[in-house]
């Protein structure tokens, strides 16, 4: 149902419906099945191209009513959305200089905007410079990380498809606790640690730079086609505590499974018997070292898309501790696992079989999932 931009051909033909010429109508004031989202974002409907080498703008889609048969409740009863029909007609990225795309760059304005900078391997989302190794994350409302914030707001076709997702964030927030200007676009292309966690979390699987197979070929595909920004590794997280007992327990879903894929920094990998440290980019344009730094989230939403599924929690040191995406910028959960529990760090299971041998005590057993109760930014 929810395929990325290269594969969007449903997309582009949304129900019987033609794409609009270029003007839009103003968004809809009231949605069926959830109150609507005030205070539309510029961001959503600019269409003006920025950062590239034509002075080409992009055709405006249009907002619409919604279509009956499309339920929100089957998003979360606190989820609104807007409705949009997109206008693809004109690509001004055909001719683009990515080095001066790069060098005058500003984040994609637009469904279209961000469409075509897929097409031709180009970043959608922030270019910020990651750093080699992150540590754990400190909430940002530390007097409030026991909430997952329920609520969230999607730009959606009229068949109920993905288009965007606004973050939630505790800076900007509407009347109804909802953020009105941060929008990650479906199929874009992301590397910040905010924007993905926010991008798995709101579609359930990995931006449009991130679908690479980790081996060398997928390696070196990502390479040629995104140079620095190209991630590897989607593959199933089992969550096999029994076979890799230095893991903590994660929420157990009943509806989908969970994926892992790098997050593109190297994260921490060391211990003092074993294993050592490489400061090295995971991505360097020639080369992708790996590293310990993952994200693990539940995938498959296509058609599940309870909240109480919506899980993204993040390693730094190879599934030896997770902290969980709260679904609001910078709100992180607290470190749970194996070095949590005061552990050293271990590579794999023999090490952690191995752990009293090395340390002469028994390794503490990892910490267990704090969880979390539900509320609206508005509530808090």
Known sequence: MHKKFFLLIPLLTVSSCSFSTPGTSNPPSTISGTSSSEGTSNSASDSQSQGTSTTSELPKGEYVDNINNIDLRTYGDKISAQFYIPALENDPYTDVDVEQF????????????????????????????????????????????????????????????????????????????QSSTHVIYYGGAYTSMEEVAAYLYAFGEVPANSDYDKGKSGQSQTIDDW????????????????????????????????????????????????????DAPYNSGYKITRGAARFIFGSNMSDIKNIDERHVFYTYNHYNDMQEYLNYENGWGLRFGSQSAGNEYVAGSSDWYNYESHYGVAPNEPTEYPGYSFVDFKDL
């Open 102 to 177: 790069y060098e005058n760059y500003q984040p994609a304005a637009s469904y279209e905007d961000s469409y075509f900078r897929t097409v031709h391997h180009l970043l959608s989302g922030e270019n910020v410079e990651l750093s080699t190794y992150y540590e754990p994350i400190v909430n940002q409302i530390s007097n409030e990380v026991s909430y997952r914030i329920q609520s969230g707001r999607y730009i959606l076709d009229i068949n109920g498809n993905y288009l965007a997702y606004f973050l939630n964030s505790a800076a900007d927030i509407d009347s109804k606790g």
């Open 227 to 278: 140079g620095i920004y190209g991630r590897v590794n989607t593959d199933y997280f089992s969550g096999d505590t029994g076979s890799y007992p230095y893991e903590p327990v994660l929420p157990e879903l009943s509806d989908v499974s969970y994926t892992e894929t790098d997050f593109g920094t190297t994260g921490y990998l060391m211990n003092s018997w074993s294993s050592n440290y490489t």
